[in-house]
C-alpha cells in the first residue's frame, strides 16, 4: 500500500520548430511557430505502474504537428493549434483534454528595388506572436493569444514622481524620463468564432497607440490605460495581462565635465530593471 498518491500530471512535446511555406503564383507565405504539445487524462497507471499503454509518445506529438501542419490551411497559429488539439483528441479517447501553445517569429517580407519581394523574408523585431488554445472532454474551446518581445521607447511625457520616501530612498522625482520596455500581453477570447488575425491586429494597433499617446505617471498607469483601451477597442476581449519592464536610462551626470545635460544623454541599462504587470478584466 502505497503512502502516496498522484495529484496532477500532464505530458508533451515541447520546442516542436516547424517551418510552413506556402507557394503562391503572386508569391510565398511563410510561418515559423514554435510548437508545445500538453495533454491531460488517464494516465495515471503509467505513473504508478509503467503501464504505457495508453501513452501517446511525446515522439508521434512531434510528428502531428508536422502532419496536421501539412494538410492545415490554417494562416493563424490559433486556428492551426486548434486543428492540432482536435486532432489529437479525436484520436485519443485516454486524453482528458489537450492544450498547445504556439510561439510565432515573424519573417517580414524584404523589399528590393522598391517593391516588396515575392519569396525573399528578413526577420522583422524580436516580436513573438503567442497563443495558447485548449480542449477538454465538455466542447469548449479556451484560446488566449498575446505577444512578448515588443520594445517600446517614449521619449517624452513620462513622469515619476511623489512615490513614497523613506530612509533608504535615492531616486528623485522626474517630471520627464525616457520610458523603455519590452511588452508581454496575453489577452483572453470570450468569443473564440473570430478573425484572429484581424483582432489581434486591432489588439497590438490599440496597446502601440496608446502607448504612444499617453501623459504618464507610471509604468503602471500607463498598462493599466493600454489594457483598459485594448478591452474597449475590441470586443471578443474579455480579460488581459500585461507585463512590463522598466527598462531604466538613467541620465549622465556630466557636470563633472563642466557640461549640461538636459535630458539628452543616458546609459540604456538591462539591469536590473523595474517588473509591472497586471490583470486587467472586463467587468
Ligand atoms: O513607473 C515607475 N513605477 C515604479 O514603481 C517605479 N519604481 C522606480 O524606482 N521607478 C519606477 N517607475
Known amino acids: 500500500m502505497s503512502n502516496v498518491e498522484l495529484v496532477a500530471n500532464r505530458y508533451g512535446k515541447h520546442r516542436v520548430r516547424l517551418m510552413k511555406v506556402t507557394r503562391h503564383p503572386h508569391g510565398n507565405e511563410v ?10 487524462g488517464d494516465f495515471e497507471t ?11 509518445a511525446t515522439d508521434t506529438m512531434k510528428n502531428t504537428v508536422y502532419s496536421v501542419a501539412r494538410t492545415s490551411k490554417a494562416s493563424t497559429p490559433e486556428v492551426y493549434a486548434t486543428e492540432l488539439v482536435d486532432f489529437i483528441l479525436s484520436r485519443n479517447p485516454q486524453v482528458s483534454s489537450a492544450n498547445v501553445n504556439i510561439e510565432a517569429h515573424l519573417w517580414k517580407r524584404l523589399r528590393v ?3 516588396d519581394h515575392p519569396d525573399t523574408f528578413m526577420r522583422g523585431s524580436a516580436e ?3 497563443t495558447h488554445v485548449e480542449r477538454g472532454r465538455d466542447g469548449v474551446l479556451h484560446v488566449t493569444s498575446g505577444l512578448s518581445g515588443l520594445n517600446l521607447l517614449k521619449t517624452a511625457n513620462s513622469a515619476f514622481a511623489g512615490f513614497l520616501r523613506d530612509s533608504l530612498t535615492t531616486l528623485p522625482d522626474t517630471q520627464d524620463r ?7 500581453a496575453e489577452w483572453v477570447y470570450s ?3 473570430i478573425d484572429f488575425d484581424a483582432v489581434r491586429a486591432t489588439t497590438r494597433e490599440t496597446l502601440l497607440k496608446t502607448f504612444a499617446n499617453h501623459v504618464s505617471l507610471s509604468v503602471q498607469q500607463t498598462l ?21 519592464p522598466n527598462k531604466h536610462c538613467l541620465l549622465i551626470d556630466l557636470s563633472r565635465f563642466g557640461q549640461d545635460n538636459p535630458n539628452e544623454i543616458f546609459v ?3 539591469e536590473p530593471h523595474g517588473y509591472i504587470e497586471a490583470r486587467i478584466r472586463r467587468k
Open 191 to 193: 468569443d473564440t468564432n
Open 31 to 40: 510561418f515559423e511557430w514554435t510548437v508545445q504539445v500538453l495533454l491531460k
Open 268 to 270: 540604456p541599462t538591462d
Open 178 to 184: 525616457v520610458f523603455g520596455t519590452v511588452v508581454q
Open 224 to 244: 493599466y490605460q493600454m489594457a483598459e483601451d485594448a478591452i474597449n477597442a475590441v470586443p471578443a476581449i474579455s480579460e488581459i495581462e500585461i507585463a512590463m
Open 113 to 115: 528595388d522598391g517593391k
Open 128 to 130: 513573438v506572436q503567442t
Open 46 to 56: 503509467v505513473h504508478t505502474l509503467g503501464d504505457n499503454s495508453k501513452v501517446l
